[in-house]
C-alpha cells in the first residue's frame, strides 16, 4: 500500500527518498511522487504515474535538489491513479503533506475549506490536510503546533509527513492507525511508513505509536503523544533485512522466498522444541497458566493469514480437540459476535499492521475474550504491541506482494499452538505430541524435497498458460491449501480460480468442469483419499483435465487427461504445509509464463493499512 520516506540533511536527499521509495515498491503502488525544498528556497515537486522508474528518469533528465524532502508511492482510493492525484500535495506553494490513510471526513473539510477559498487540485482525501493545516498557520505559524491543531479535526487513519518553505529547518509526521518510523541519522534523520524504505542510510530506528506528533531535524527529534505530553520513543537498531534487499540468483523474489521455506521454517521452530515437547514458554512466560483456562479458540486474519487459520482450525479441533471458530477480520469486525467463555483470540497477520485484522483485535478487546495471542512476521507491529501474547514466524521480510514463506510459517506456528494447548490441557492422544515434534524437526528437509520438483512444476504449469479459469479441490485440512493454492493463482496470473472442497464439486461447481477448465487436487494419503478419488473419476467423466499432486503411496496415476505430481511421503497433520509448495511453484510458473508483474501484481498492496 502507500509509502512514504522523509529526510532532513545537509547533502541533497534525492538519491535517498528515490532509494526509499524503491525500498517500498514490494508494497503495491500505482504513482509516484517527491517534494524537496530546494536550493532556490522555493518548494519544487515532481509525480509520475507508474512506476518509480519513471520518476528517477524524469529527475535524471531534470534534477530537483534540497536537502529536506518528502516522497511517496500512492495506491489509489479516492481519486484514479493519475498525475494530480499523486502525492506530494501542495497548498498555496509553501507546505507539502504525503499521506497514507484515509480521512474519513474529507467531505465536510473539503467544503468548509473551499468556502474559505482554498483551491483543490486533486480528488484525493489527502489534500483536506494540507489546506487544513495551512489555514490552521494562519494562527498558529509555527509548523509543529499546527499540525498539532490540525490532527484534532482528522477523523480516519493517516501516517503523514509534511514540509514547509517557511519554516525549512524540520520535517513534521502524524501518526494514527498507519506505522510511521523515525530514521536516526549523524547528522541527518529521515522518516518513512517502514524501517525497510532507510536501511541504506541506518539500522538506528524509533517506532512512533498511535497518536505520536515527531518533529526532526538535522540534529534532533522531539515526539509529544496525542495528549501533548513530550515523550522519548525507545531507539531500537534493527539488523534484520538486509538479506531481503536483493533476489539474489532468483529472478523475483517470490521465487526466492519460497525457496527460502525450509530455512525460515527452521527458524520458526528453533528454540521452540524440547526433545518430545513443545516449549509452551515460547508464547510469553504467561502462556501454560494462560493456556490451561483456554476452553475456545476464535481465529481471526485476513487472506493468506485467514487460510492458514482455516488449517489450523482441523488441527485444534482434530488434534487437541478444542473448538475453534475462523473468521476473515473485516466481517468479525463489524459483526455482532457472541463470546464464548474463556475464549482465546488468535489473530495472524505477516505484517502486523493489517487495518481490518488490527480494528478486529481492538474489538476483540471490548468483547472478554480470555486473552488476545498474534501470530505475526514482524516484532515491531501494531499488532504485536497490542496484544496479550505473541508468536512470532520467524520467516524474514517478505517482500513479493504474494505471500508464500509467511503462511508456511503461520502454519508452523499454528501447529505449535495446537501441540501447546493440547500439552498444557492434556487432551492430545498419546503419543501425537512426541511423533509431531520429530515430524516437525524432519520438515526442513521434506520442504527441501518438495522444493525439488520445481523443474516439473514449471513444465505442468504449461498446461494453464492458455486457460482463463481454474478449479482447486481438497478435502479436510487440504480445502484451505486448495483455497490458498487458488489465491495465488488469481493474484499473480489473473487466471480466475476457484477452491471447493471436493465433495461439493457434484453440488454445483461440477457444471463448469470441461476441457477449458483444469482441475488441481491436493491429495496426500489419507483416510479421505478414496473419497478424494471418486471426485476425481466425476471430473475426467466430464472430460475436465487433472493435475493432482499425490501422495507416493496414493496409488494414483497417470493417464489420459489425469497428470499426477508425485509428491513425498508425510505425516498427515503435517501435509497441508508440504503440499503448500507446489502450488506456490505452480502460480509462479503460470505467472511467469503469462509474463505478469509476479512480484508486484497489479491492484494489490502488500500491507493492507486501509479498510
Ligand atoms: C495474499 C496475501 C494477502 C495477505 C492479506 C493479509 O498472497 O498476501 O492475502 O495475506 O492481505 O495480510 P497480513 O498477513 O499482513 O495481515
Not at 541533497?12 to 524537496?36: F, H, P
Not at 499521506?99 to 467544503?111: Q, T, V
Not at 497417470?558 to 511421503?569: A, D, F, K, L, R
Request: proline letters at 4%; aromatic letters at 6%.
Amino acid at each position: 500500500m502507500c509509502g512514504i520516506v522523509g529526510a532532513v540533511a545537509e547533502r541533497n536527499v534525492t538519491a535517498i527518498l528515490l532509494e526509499g521509495l524503491k525500498r517500498l515498491e514490494y508494497r503495491g503502488y500505482d504513482s509516484a511522487g517527491v517534494a524537496l525544498f530546494s536550493n532556490a528556497g522555493v518548494l519544487e515537486r515532481r509525480r509520475r504515474v507508474g512506476k518509480v522508474n519513471e520518476l528517477e528518469q524524469s529527475l535524471a533528465g531534470e534534477p530537483l535538489v534540497g536537502r529536506l524532502g518528502i516522497a511517496h508511492t500512492r495506491w489509489a482510493t479516492h481519486g484514479a491513479p493519475l498525475e494530480h492525484n499523486a502525492h506530494p500535495h501542495f497548498s498555496s506553494g509553501e507546505l507539502a503533506v504525503v499521506h497514507n490513510g484515509i480521512i474519513e471526513n474529507h467531505e465536510p473539510l473539503r467544503d468548509r475549506l473551499k468556502s474559505l477559498g482554498y483551491l483543490f487540485t486533486s480528488d484525493t482525501d489527502t489534500e483536506v490536510i494540507v489546506h487544513l493545516l495551512h489555514h490552521k498557520m494562519q494562527d498558529t505559524p509555527d509548523l509543529t503546533a499546527a499540525l498539532k491543531a490540525t490532527v484534532k479535526e482528522l477523523h480516519g487513519a493517516y501516517g503523514l509527513a509534511v514540509i514547509s518553505a517557511k519554516q525549512p529547518d524540520r520535517l513534521v509526521a502524524a501518526r494514527s492507525g498507519s506505522p510511521l518510523v523515525v530514521g536516526l541519522g549523524l547528522g541527518e534523520n529521515f522518516l518513512a511508513s517502514d524501517q525497510l524504505a532507510l536501511r541504506q542510510v541506518t539500522d538506528r530506528f524509533m517506532y512512533l505509536e498511535e497518536g505520536d506528533i515527531a518533529e526532526i531535524r538535522r540534529d534532533s527529534v522531539q515526539i509529544w503523544t496525542a495528549a501533548g505530553v513530550s515523550v522519548e520513543r525507545e531507539i531500537v537498531q534493527y539488523r534484520e533485512g538486509a538479506e531481503a534487499a536483493d533476489k539474489g540468483e532468483f529472478r523475483h523474489f517470490m521465487l526466492k522466498e519460497i525457496h527460502e521455506q525450509p530455512k525460515v521454517v527452521q527458524r520458526t521452530l528453533e528454540n521452540r522444541l524440547g526433545p518430545e515437547q513443545v516449549l509452551v514458554q515460547a508464547f510469553g512466560p504467561q502462556a501454560a497458566e494462560l493456556f490451561a483456562k483456554v476452553r475456545n479458540v476464535q481465529i481471526v486474519a485476513c487472506g493468506t493469514s485467514y487460510h492458514a487459520g482455516m488449517v489450523a482450525r482441523y488441527w485444534l479441533e482434530g488434534l487437541a480437540g478444542i473448538p475453534c471458530q475462523v473468521e476473515v477480520a473485516s466481517e468479525f469486525r463489524y459483526r455482532k459476535v457472541v463470546v464464548q467463555p474463556d475464549t482465546l483470540f488468535v489473530s495472524i497477520s505477516q505484517s502486523g499492521e493489517t487495518a481490518d485484522t488490527l480494528a478486529a483485535l481492538r474489538n476483540a478487546k471490548e468483547l472478554g475474550f480470555l486473552a488476545s495471542l498474534a501470530i505475526c512476521n514482524v516484532s515491531i507491529s501494531s499488532l504485536v504491541r497490542e496484544s496479550d501474547l505473541t508468536l512470532l514466524t520467524q520467516a524474514g521480510p517478505e517482500i513479493g506482494v504474494a505471500s508464500t514463506k509467511a503462511f508456511t510459517t503461520q502454519l508452523v506456528a499454528l501447529m505449535l499452538l495446537t501441540l501447546s494447548l493440547g500439552q498444557v490441557k492434556g487432551t492430545l492422544a498419546a503419543g501425537v505430541e512426541a511423533e509431531l515434534v520429530e515430524e516437525l524437526r524432519r520438515l526442513p528437509t521434506r520442504l527441501g524435497e518438495a522444493l525439488a520438483m520445481d523443474s516439473t512444476v514449471e513444465k505442468v504449469a504449461e498446461l494453464f498458460a492458455e486457460k482463463n479459469h481454474t478449479l482447486f479441490l481438497g478435502r479436510g485440512a487440504q480445502f484451505p491449501v486448495a483455497m490458498e493454492g487458488a489465491l495465488k493463482l488469481k493474484e499473480i496470473s489473473y487466471i480466475h480460480a476457484e477452491a471447493y472442497p471436493a465433495g461439493e464439486l457434484k453440488h454445483g461447481p461440477l457444471a463448469l468442469v470441461d476441457s477449458d477448465m483444469p482441475v488441481v487436487t491436493v491429495a496426500p494419503n489419507n483416510e479421505l483419499l478414496e473419497k478424494l478419488k471418486s471426485n476425481l473419476q466425476e471430473v475426467r467423466a466430464r472430460g475436465g483435465e487433472l493435475i493432482v499432486f499425490a501422495d507416493e503411496q496414493a496409488g494414483l496415476n497417470n493417464g489420459e487427461g489425469t497428470h499426477v505430481i508425485s509428491m513425498p511421503h508425510i505425516i498427515d497433520a503435517l501435509a497441508p504445509i508440504l503440499y503448500t509448495v507446489p502450488l506456490q511453484l505452480l502460480s509462479y510458473y503460470v505467472a511467469v509464463l503469462k509474463g505478469t508483474d509476479v512480484d508486484q501484481p497489479r491492484n494489490l498492496a502488500k500491507s493492507v493499512t486501509v479498510e
